[in-house]
């Protein structure tokens, strides 16, 4: 438990996963919590006004798989009974990067690959917390300002307004406050407010774009892998597009492209796009599956680390997490798994106590940041067009780009390489991973051997001749004219 005297009631703005999460490891220190949205949360697992990105698939990276079923016990086992795709066998996803596709090892009853909608994770999550914690919900309220002491130097509440005209206190006190509100968080402003000056930041104008939406998933469809990723292939060929299962037999398909590219969202031209992926796999596959709903856009034009961290000074009785602090191009699929990090690091935090708590887990949580904002940034940075601001690229970003694609080049090849590359893009080892003796023998002698010519064959695309073969024999195999359920 915490020794802050005072900690009895905390308040959480914003009741996307960011804030569900901090909410849940708040209500071990608090007596009481208050999660407020701007949005009023379905009675049943569907999309909801303030998270368009539902519409669009997510990933949960096994860091944020591990750190969720800490604490949340029970869930996976309720998001199973709620219809998640499940299964025991296969490849639970194929990777296709730029140099090709990477070797993956099926299940094999070793294990159990459990895949669901951001929907469905975030009902289930809410729903666990209605049962088993200290935590009440108090939807359709917009917070418009801090609360402060008289003086500025401690958060004491914020200022709220109801959205559906219901009476209501006009403000809600809290012993902490928690910013989860997003990629729209209006507390650098609020903290200006408050005399703590403009916060430092930066980001990275990546243009990105997606069109997604569900397909029935074909019965019999031969791949042995139940999800697909395809990356762009830089600098030539920005399009991007992913296959996941979800609950009821469905795959959640979308379509990315950088740098202004984005895929249509006309039926014709998101089949073309799909078609003139890096490789054939997805296109083949949603060309002989059954729509089940619209397409839908997305664009997120620049993505923005800020530094709160870095401000000399800080209120007590407020922190920030999420989005709100650090939002990636969500093509890595980041998202979850970072609020999931974050919310851990505001656990270390809160048993770590003090007085001044609430900036040493600011100051913890940039630390956490920086590893997946170098990751992302640094591949955003490959696309013509892209630009930094607010900071410098670092040394040698060239030679680290040239470097990642002898690695990617050996990864195709190389299980051992692949593992290590896979453990960094999922947030279990950082970059310097592929730096480490082992690997870089591997890399550069594999590199050296291929410019010799002694190496095999290129890796094969994501389904084989043999599949693609049985799916254009099906007599479903012309697309599906867009028809919805």
Request: aromatic share 8%; charged share 20%.
């Amino acid at each position: 438990m915490t020794d802050l005297p005072t900690a009895r009631h905390a308040l959480v703005i914003g009741g996307s996963m960011a804030g569900l999460l901090a909410a849940r490891v708040l209500s071990e220190h608090y007596d009481e919590v208050v999660v407020l949205d701007r949005d009023v949360f379905p009675e049943t697992p569907d999309h909801r006004a303030g998270v368009p990105q539902s519409h669009h698939a997510h990933g949960l990276l096994p860091r944020g798989h591990e750190i969720l079923t800490g604490l949340f016990p029970g869930l996976l086992a309720s998001l199973a009974r709620g219809g998640a795709f499940h299964t025991r066998e296969g490849i639970p996803v194929l990777q296709v990067t730029p140099a090709g596709k990477l070797p993956a090892a099926p299940l094999g009853g070793q294990g159990e690959y459990l895949a669901f909608s951001r929907f469905l994770l975030e009902w289930h999550v809410r729903q666990w917390l209605r049962e088993h914690a200290n935590v009440r919900f108090l939807p359709s309220t917009e917070v418009t300002r801090l609360v402060s002491n008289a003086d500025g130097t401690a958060v004491t509440g914020v200022h709220v307004r109801s959205r559906d005209g219901r009476e209501g206190p006009e403000v809600v006190p809290a012993d902490l406050v928690v910013e989860a509100s997003g990629r729209a968080s209006r507390l650098g402003g609020w903290l200006q407010d408050l005399g703590y000056g403009p916060v430092p930041e930066e980001s990275v104008a990546s243009d990105i774009g997606y069109a997604s939406r569900f397909y029935r998933r074909p019965e019999g469809f031969p791949a042995p892998w139940h999800g697909l990723i395809i990356n762009g292939r830089p600098p030539h060929n920005p399009r991007a597009g992913l296959i996941l299962p979800v609950e009821d037999g469905r795959w959640h398909v979308t379509l990315g492209g950088f740098a202004g590219h984005h895929p249509p969202t006309d039926e014709a031209g998101f089949l073309a796009w799909a078609r003139d992926l890096p490789d054939p796999g997805l296109y083949e596959a949603i060309r002989v599956a059954q729509p089940l709903t619209p397409i839908r856009g997305y664009r997120t034009p620049t993505n923005t680390w800020r530094h709160f961290e870095r401000l000399p000074r800080w209120p007590r009785g407020l922190v920030a997490l999420g989005d709100a602090v650090c939002h990636y191009n969500p093509i890595y699929g980041q998202g979850i798994s970072a609020a999931a990090v974050s919310a851990e690091a505001l656990e270390t935090s809160l048993k770590a106590g003090g007085p001044d708590f609430e900036q040493a887990f600011q100051r913890a949580l940039a630390r956490v940041v920086a590893v997946p904002w170098q990751i992302a940034t640094g591949e955003d940075l490959r696309w013509p067009g892209v630009r930094l601001t607010g900071a410098g690229t670092g040394p040698g970003l060239r030679l680290r780009h040239a470097y990642g694609n002898l690695v990617l080049g050996q990864a195709v090849r190389d299980g051992v390489v692949a593992g290590a590359f896979l453990d960094m893009i999922m947030n279990l080892r950082p970059p310097s991973v592929l730096a480490r003796p082992a690997i870089l023998a591997r890399v550069l002698g594999g590199s050296l051997a291929r410019a010799l010519g002694r190496t095999g064959q290129d890796a094969p695309p994501a389904l084989s001749p043999e599949a693609v073969s049985l799916l254009r024999a099906r007599p479903d195999a012309a697309p599906f004219p867009g028809r919805t359920a």
